[in-house]
């Protein structure tokens, strides 16, 4: 079931219709939105709520973009080492 879900981020509470078990994700979505956004604004250097919430976009896509790469890079030694495994015991004839 749907029910709105009340967040604040920076100085704005939103309304935001979410399903129960989706709500724990989005307050804490919410939240981590708000940290980056007023890491932003308490720095100083971008003016306006829309810059702000810009910037705090584009650092987070990055941040995911990076967190994905690691985990390509992660199943690549995962792939690599299952098939060290398989040799191994190939000669060993297990």
Excluded at 65 to 92: F, G
């Amino acid at each position: 079931m749907t029910e709105p879900v009340k967040i604040q981020i920076l100085d704005k509470e939103y309304m935001i219709a979410c399903p129960e078990d989706e709500k724990q994700g989005l307050l804490q979505s919410a939240d981590y939105l708000h940290r980056k956004m007023k890491e932003i604004r308490d720095r100083g250097k971008v003016l306006g709520t829309d810059r702000i919430a810009v910037m705090a976009a584009l650092n987070i896509t990055y941040e995911l973009l990076e967190a994905r790469q690691e985990n390509a890079s992660m199943e690549d030694v995962r792939r690599r080492l299952r098939a060290l495994d398989a040799r191994i015991a190939e000669a060993t004839g297990e």
